[in-house]
Each structure stands twice: as C-alpha cells, then as structure tokens.
C-alpha cells in the first residue's frame, strides 16, 4: 500500500489576499500558516498621534520638560480607559481587493482574477525629516538620521536618570521601573562601575576608611557622559566593572549594545549639566537620612565587606556631608521627586505609567518611519545594479513550482531550497565578491590551471534566525570554514514593530571585507533593515553588505534600498506592488513585461505576504 506525502493544512500556492488586510503592515512578518490578518487594528490601541499627526498626550499627564504634573483621571489605574484621536499620519497604502482567490487555487493565474489596486500616499523628505526632529534636539544626530532616513529604536533610546543619597533607594525603584516597563532592551548603568582607579596611597585610605568616594571628583563623569553619549547614538560600549571589595577596577568589563531603555542610576546622576541635557525623564528619590543610614549599615556590612565602625566612621565623615552640600541640591534639576522612595507605591506607579506612555509613542514613531520608507523613490530593477535577481531558467521555474506546491513533501522541500540555496549563494559570489587569479599546477599529469581565488581570507555569514538558518546546510557546502554570526529579530505580535532580542558577530567584522546576511523571506523589509543596521553600527560598510533573500516583495526591497542604496542584494523571487506595472510581454518574455516576475505575483500574493519557508524546512508547520 502507498503512503501518500502529508496534505498541509494550507495551501503555499494560492494568491489570496483579505478584504480586510494591508499587504504593507510590518506585522506580516510574524503571520504564519493561516493566521492572514493584519494587526492594523490595534494601532487604534496605542495612542500615539492626533488627526494633524502631532504626539498624542494621555489626558491627566503634562510632558514638560521641565516637570512632570500628574492630574485627576490619570489616577484612576491601568484599567480606567483613555480617549484619544485615531492615527492619520499613519502611512499605509490601501489594498482592494473583489472576489479573492481561495486557498488552493493556482498561483500562476492571470492578475485579472483578483482586482488589486494601491494608493501610495506621496511621503516627502520634508516629513522624515520633521520625524526624526521629534526624535532628538542634537543637530549632529538629526542630520544623521534624516540622511539615512531610517531610525532604530536604540539611536535614540529613551534615557532616564535617577538620583538620591546613598541607601535612599535607587537602585531598588530602578528595579521597579525595569519590572514595570517590561521591556527586554532597558539597561541600569549605575554610577557604582565608574569609579576612578586608585594609587597605592589612595588604596590604603579606602582600605581604612578614610578616602571619601562621595565626592563628584571620585567618579569619571567624563566616562559616564562618552558611554551614555555612545548608547545614544547607537553605538557599542564597554562598560567596566568596579570591585568594592578590592577598592580598584576588575579586568571583567560589560558590553552594551542596542538598548531601548537606559536607566542612569548614581549619587550624582542629576549633577553634570551635560548627563542632563540627555536625559528625558529626571527622578529624585528624596528619603530621610536616618533612613539611609539604616540601609546603608546593612549593605556595607552583608554586601561589600566592612565592619561596623568603619561603615559609621565613613557616613559621619563623608557621606553625610557630601550629601548636604552636593546630592541634596540636585533635587532642583528632577523633573519629579518621590518622597519616602520604595513606599510611595502610588508616586512610583503613576512614573512607571508616564515612561510606559512614553516608549508606546517612541514605538509608533518607528513604526510610522518604517512605514513610510520606499514610496518616494522610482524603481526599476535595472537601474540598480547592486540588485541581482536569478534569472527564470527552466530549473529555477520547476524548482519554484516544487516549493510553492502545497502537496510537496518535507523531504523534496528541503532538498530543492537547499538546491535553490546553493544557487543563491553561487549568484552572490559571481557578482560581489572579488578574485584574483590562482594558477594551480597538477603534478601526476602535470598541468596548469588558471583559476579564481577569493582575496579576502575569511569567509563571514550572518544568519537571521531562524528564517537565515535554512541557508546553513548549502552554505558549509559552499565554505568549508566559515565564520557565522547570529541576530535574533522579531516582531512584536501587537504593534508589528521589529525587535532586536540577541546579537552574536565576529569581533573583526567590519576589517573581514564582504559579509553574508542571510533571510530566505523578506516581508515588509523591517527585519533586514534593523539587522543591515546592526551591522553598519559595527563598522561594516555598507558596500560590503550582501544581502541574500530567496523571496521578497516589492515594498521590502524598495524599502532596504530606500535606507541603504550601496547594500547588494541577491533576491531569487521578487513580487510586484502593482498589477498596472506588468503590461505588456517584451520578445523573448513570458507572461509580461517583467522578465523577473513571469506569473504576475503581488506582493499581497499568501506566499509573499506570509512566512512559511522556515517552517515546512524545519518542521514546525
């Protein structure tokens, strides 16, 4: 008796879209086997933006920069339900769609059997630039921005400072925050790690208690300023490790990179001007000394390893002065204060609201700057010659056809895209890598052939998990030795807006030459772009990026051209925005006048606007 391969429970073939959906929303990146609806919707959740497109403010909170006034309704809880306007600035084109195709249906039908037309608002300059204003008031940092005209979420991370005397409480309110705002991309950097190194004579002081670290001139504030400064800017940064202990630095050092949220905690968080003029929410935790002193007895004696006397001696010399006459006056720059520091439950709650709100409209900002990428420039593949599609050759359209099968068993899946893979990669190397002659002599029947050898040395593949890792099997065959980096982005199931969760790439990477960047689907081009931005912030120019995408749509590749127009990109299949750009067939075409897209797909088309590869290749459909 025959088996039959194993019928799916959709079909990978079938060019069907929804009535209801918007093939340009980021969500479609995280939409899986027959979960086909936007979340478009829930942008009507998260208040963002009024009808003129201007921030939205939640009713009972004033965003002075100067203060934070908390009114009457806002009191009221999570629970109690805001008012707001609905979002217009959203850039989004309109998908219409009469009669749509069903599930199982050919994916080589004609465009006429389901009417799709688009409306691509114009998006000008103008209003990125606008944008990215909104963003940040440092001039150098808006010029780069609006140059690039994408803005990742950790280039302008929202930077909170908290400040208070020793044992008021900070660190444990920065703790409440992190567990409040829930949000994996925030980082404490505490004053705590930038002490200055000290001299022998300076050492044996502190050893008996009688070195002040109190004082503003026993911390690197210059360090402190260049290390939140970078994280600002979206750059890496090494943090180093203080040993209270040992009184001196450890060798251990920390590396923070693509941080959403910083928290900058410290006795002197609110004291230089220029920490200051960063920050976007200022907190001093006001707590009666003799209460701090308390706290600070039990932390210096079970924690750090002091005796009794000597924890004493030093509050009576340093600390308690030092906090009069320097701490104390730093309440003036806090935009709120919270007495009695971790008991005022109420105060702490209604901050960690007002940061929640905060980071909601940091996120629709990003969103509606990703949304309005690759409307505004004129495409056409030829005029891109860093844009390399295969050519449809009668083994690239049969192994298209396999794929794209719905009956298709696991096994013929993965041995054809590993087929496929292979090709890509061969294409990638054809095109954009460099070589020189390598002449190989053979001495059994002596013989000399004229080759190709790589000029750089080392082979570097990222790989996007896990949709890149469908790439590895075909890419070990093609580089026996090869270096691979991993990046972890997903998209949030609400809001669609693309997150960096894990990063691991070769400490030379920007000095190894061309590097791989590995996708086998590209959606709305949101995930590229944030990993393509990744690797430009660890020096990687931009020209030594080849980006490798067995299918993709239109939108996603004017979008990463949009943002980074020397990236090269390797595409196998590539959809269309609109059923008006195929007209006529030239001689020699088939189908229409696009020699790359022969069966007329969309990108609104299920199998380029849903992710499937990485499922059927590892068996998790």
């Known amino acids: 008796m025959s088996s039959l391969p194993k019928q799916r429970r959709y079909s990978r073939i079938a060019p069907t879209q929804s009535e209801t959906s918007s093939f340009i929303s980021l969500t479609g990146e995280t939409v899986r086997g027959d979960d086909d609806d936007d979340d478009d919707d829930n942008d009507d959740k998260n208040p963002a933006f009024d009808e003129e497109g201007k921030l939205f403010r939640p009713p009972g909170v004033s965003h002075s920069s100067s203060e934070l006034r908390v009114e009457g309704n806002l009191a009221g809880g999570a629970d109690q339900p805001m008012?707001?306007?609905q979002s217009n600035s959203i850039v989004s084109p309109t998908l219409g769609v009469s009669d749509p195709s069903k599930l199982g249906q050919s994916a080589f039908a004609s465009p006429s059997e389901s009417t799709v037309s688009v409306s691509s608002p114009s998006i000008s300059t103008t209003s990125r630039v606008?944008?990215?204003?909104?963003?940040?008031?440092?001039?150098?940092?808006?010029?780069?921005?609006?140059?690039?005209?994408?803005?990742?979420?950790?280039?302008?991370?929202?930077?909170?400072?908290?400040?208070?005397?020793?044992?008021?409480?900070?660190?444990?309110?920065?703790?409440?925050?992190?567990?409040?705002?829930?949000?994996?991309?925030?980082?404490?950097?505490?004053?705590?790690?930038?002490?200055?190194?000290?001299?022998?004579?300076?050492?044996?002081?502190?050893?008996?208690?009688?070195?002040?670290?109190?004082?503003?001139?026993?911390?690197?504030?210059?360090?402190?300023?260049?290390?939140?400064?970078?994280?600002?800017?979206?750059?890496?940064s090494t943090i180093p490790v203080y040993s209270f202990a040992k009184h001196a630095r450890i060798d251990k050092t920390n590396t923070i990179?693509?941080?959403?949220?910083?928290?900058?905690?410290?006795?002197?968080?609110?004291?230089?001007?220029?920490?200051?003029?960063?920050?976007?929410?200022?907190?001093?935790?006001?707590?009666?000394?003799?209460?701090?002193?308390?706290?600070?007895?039990?932390?210096?004696?079970?924690?750090?390893?002091?005796?009794?006397?000597?924890?004493?001696?030093?509050?009576?010399?340093?600390?308690?002065?030092?906090?009069?006459?320097?701490?104390?006056?730093?309440?003036?720059?806090?935009?709120?204060?919270?007495?009695?520091?971790?008991?005022?439950?109420?105060?702490?709650?209604?901050?960690?609201?007002?940061?929640?709100?905060?980071?909601a409209l940091k996120s629709k900002k990003h969103l509606q700057n990703l949304k309005s990428l690759g409307y505004d420039i004129a495409f056409k593949v030829e005029s891109y010659p860093n844009l390399k599609i295969m050519r449809p050759t009668n083994q690239l359209r049969g192994i298209n056809a396999i794929l794209f099968n719905k009956n298709t068993s696991r096994d013929d899946f993965i041995f054809y895209f590993n087929r496929l893979s292979g090709?890509?990669?061969?294409?990638?190397?054809?095109?954009?890598?460099?070589?020189?002659?390598?002449?190989?002599?053979?001495?059994?029947?002596?013989?000399?052939?004229?080759?190709?050898?790589?000029?750089?040395?080392?082979?570097?593949?990222?790989?996007?998990?896990?949709?890149?890792?469908?790439?590895?099997?075909?890419?070990?065959?093609?580089?026996?030795?090869?270096?691979?980096?991993?990046?972890?982005?997903?998209?949030?199931?609400?809001?669609?807006?693309?997150?960096?969760?894990?990063?691991?790439?070769?400490?030379?990477?920007?000095?190894?030459g061309k590097i791989l960047l590995l996708d086998s689907q590209t959606i709305s081009g949101a995930g590229a772009i944030m990993a393509i931005q990744v690797l430009v912030d660890h020096k990687v120019k931009q020209e030594n990026i080849i980006f490798v995408s067995y299918l993709s749509t239109e939108i996603g590749v004017r979008r990463i051209l949009n943002v980074f127009p020397k990236v090269q990109l390797v595409i196998g299949k590539l959809s269309s925005m609109d059923a008006t750009q195929f007209g006529e067939a030239e001689s020699g075409n088939k189908g229409n006048a696009l020699w790359y897209n022969e069966e007329s797909f969309l990108d609104s088309h299920w199998h380029f606007r849903n992710r499937f590869i990485d499922s059927l290749y590892f068996g998790t459909d």
């Open 423 to 512: 090709l890509l990669i061969e294409h990638a190397q054809s095109n954009f890598y460099d070589y020189k002659p390598k002449e190989v002599i053979c001495f059994e029947k002596p013989y000399k052939y004229q080759g190709l050898r790589a000029q750089q040395s080392q082979m570097v593949a990222v790989s996007i998990i896990r949709s890149g890792d469908c790439f590895m099997t075909s890419l070990k065959k093609t580089f026996p030795e090869l270096t691979v980096g991993k990046m972890l982005i997903q998209s949030d199931s609400s809001t669609g807006e693309p997150q960096l969760h894990y990063e691991s790439l070769p400490h030379n990477i920007s000095s190894i």
């Open 130 to 236: 606008n944008l990215v204003s909104e963003y940040t008031q440092d001039e150098q940092l808006r010029d780069k921005l609006a140059h690039s005209s994408y803005i990742p979420p950790w280039t302008a991370p929202y930077i909170i400072g908290i400040a208070g005397n020793s044992g008021s409480g900070k660190t444990s309110i920065s703790q409440q925050i992190i567990q409040g705002i829930n949000q994996p991309w925030t980082v404490l950097l505490s004053f705590d790690n930038f002490y200055k190194s000290l001299s022998p004579e300076e050492s044996r002081r502190a050893f008996a208690n009688e070195y002040d670290f109190d004082t503003p001139s026993s911390l690197d504030l210059d360090a402190v300023v260049e290390t939140v400064r970078t994280l600002k800017r979206g750059g890496k």
């Open 257 to 359: 990179y693509g941080a959403n949220v910083i928290i900058v905690e410290g006795l002197y968080a609110l004291y230089d001007p220029r920490l200051l003029a960063m920050m976007d929410l200022k907190i001093y935790v006001d707590t009666d000394l003799d209460i701090c002193l308390s706290r600070r007895l039990i932390r210096d004696i079970l924690y750090r390893g002091r005796d009794l006397n000597g924890a004493i001696k030093q509050w009576t010399t340093f600390v308690k002065p030092n906090a009069v006459k320097y701490i104390n006056p730093t309440k003036e720059n806090a935009d709120l204060v919270i007495p009695r520091g971790l008991d005022n439950t109420i105060a702490i709650d209604l901050m960690i609201k007002h940061i929640k709100n905060q980071l």
């Open 83 to 85: 008012e707001y306007s």
